[in-house]
């Protein structure tokens, strides 16, 4: 344990050095992953984005197209911008025996613990062969994983299980919520404010709109629970608004984002039915009476499947007799396992660091959870070997 625990440690130091804050290339991460592997003969797979500024890995450990267990983690991180850092972002600094630095938590923590473990599961002599799955564009709606996924099963083998190390101290999870985002654009008229009986106001119109969902909003509070989340139900929010040119004009232009974070098995249909039906009863015709160059446009921007396992689901007992633990976990946060699963990959989620510590000033990992990855990673490596 000393020295995977050096190891891993040593990585994510270098892991960390590399801003991938999604807005930025993941190249430079990419090329050293790729540079490490090839040092210990694993050659690795690319799929990077049309213009080559981004790109996912993928690399097999054992025999070569054969379905093996998939060691998932995303490369990307959020920014830093306007948080208060005790210290530099992009250098690990311990303290109290927890490692500081973007990512260290969400989730480079995982990804240095399993390049810290390639040598080991290099020098064994697995039946079950395990595959390095590492993407881009996570904090941004899940976006890298989906081109790797379209490859598996052809130019990539498709892993049979997966395990998504997203931080979830080491437990394991079998459940998370899904994340759908919209964005409605409200087109209105312009006029003078004092000709305000001529013109159509977007903004106007979109107070209406976030009335209705704050409305649906409630209703969902109310309507089916799952106690195993926190909150329990299914939740809507209004992300971001815009609109308006100058106070002494009847803007024209109005628009919003806004988000449900749906339960397993929640029919997100039925929230945006209803919300065309109002558009079309309640504004639609007020505005068009007035123009007809007028209108609400409401937009698919991305969506990231819940999540649930099912009751037998290979890739939770396995986790659960690894990790010596009995029960598992449910959590609001989205993750790549339901992409994963939606694939092929029987999935489960298990991964160091508390999820409240992500994306926040002054991340970071505990040393500890580190060392218990690690020692799970070992059992695993140990069970591709007799499997």
């Not at 959020?78 to 600094?93: I, L």
């Not at 490859?151 to 080491?170: A, C, H, I, Q």
């Not at 977007?202 to 209703?219: F, K, P, Q, V, Y």
Request: aromatic share 6%.
């Amino acid at each position: 344990m000393p020295n995977r625990r050096q190891s891993a440690r040593e990585l994510l130091e270098r892991l960390v050095t590399f801003d991938t804050t999604s807005a930025n290339t993941n190249i430079p991460l990419i090329e050293f992953v790729t540079a490490y592997l090839a040092g210990h003969g694993i050659e690795s797979q690319l799929v990077p984005t049309p213009d080559g500024l981004k790109a996912s890995l993928f690399a097999t450990i054992g025999e070569a197209g054969k379905p093996g267990i998939g060691l998932s983690g995303h490369t990307d991180v959020v920014p830093v911008e306007g948080q208060q850092w005790a210290s530099d972002p992009f250098k690990v600094v311990e303290r109290e025996g927890k490692l500081y630095g973007r990512g260290t938590c969400d989730m480079k923590g995982f990804l240095a613990c399993v390049l810290a473990m390639v040598p080991g599961f290099k020098a064994r002599q697995l039946k079950t062969p395990i595959h390095i799955v590492f993407s881009y564009d996570e904090e941004v709606g899940c976006t890298g994983v989906r081109p790797m996924i379209d490859e598996m099963g052809s130019r990539l083998t498709r892993p049979r299980l997966v395990v998504v190390g997203e931080p979830t101290n080491m437990t394991i999870v079998d459940s998370h919520k899904g994340a759908t985002r919209f964005r409605t654009t409200i087109t209105g008229r312009e006029a003078h404010s004092s000709l305000a009986h001529i013109g159509v106001n977007a903004i106007h119109i979109g107070g209406m709109l976030i009335s209705e969902l704050s409305r649906i909003e409630d209703e969902l509070r109310d309507g089916p629970r799952n106690e195993r989340f926190t909150p329990s139900y299914t939740t809507l929010q209004i992300g971001l608004i815009e609109g308006g040119r100058a106070q002494n004009i009847v803007p024209k232009h109005c628009a919003f984002s806004w988000e449900i974070r749906a339960l397993p098995g929640f029919d997100i249909k039925t929230v945006v039915d209803r919300f065309e039906r109002y558009i079309k009863e309640h504004c639609l015709p007020t505005m068009q009476a007035v123009g007809h160059d007028t209108g609400i446009v409401t937009s698919l921007m991305n969506s990231v499947p819940a999540f649930y396992s099912g009751g037998s689901s290979e890739a939770v007992s396995l986790a659960l007799k690894l990790m010596g633990q009995n029960g598992t976990h449910a959590v609001s946060y989205g993750t790549e396992a339901g992409l994963f699963q939606g694939g092929g990959c029987d999935s489960v989620i298990c991964g160091p660091g508390d999820i409240e510590q992500a994306h926040r000033p002054d991340e970071f990992v505990k040393i500890s959870e580190l060392d218990r990855c690690l020692e799970f990673l070992g059992r695993l490596g140990e069970w591709a070997e007799a499997n």
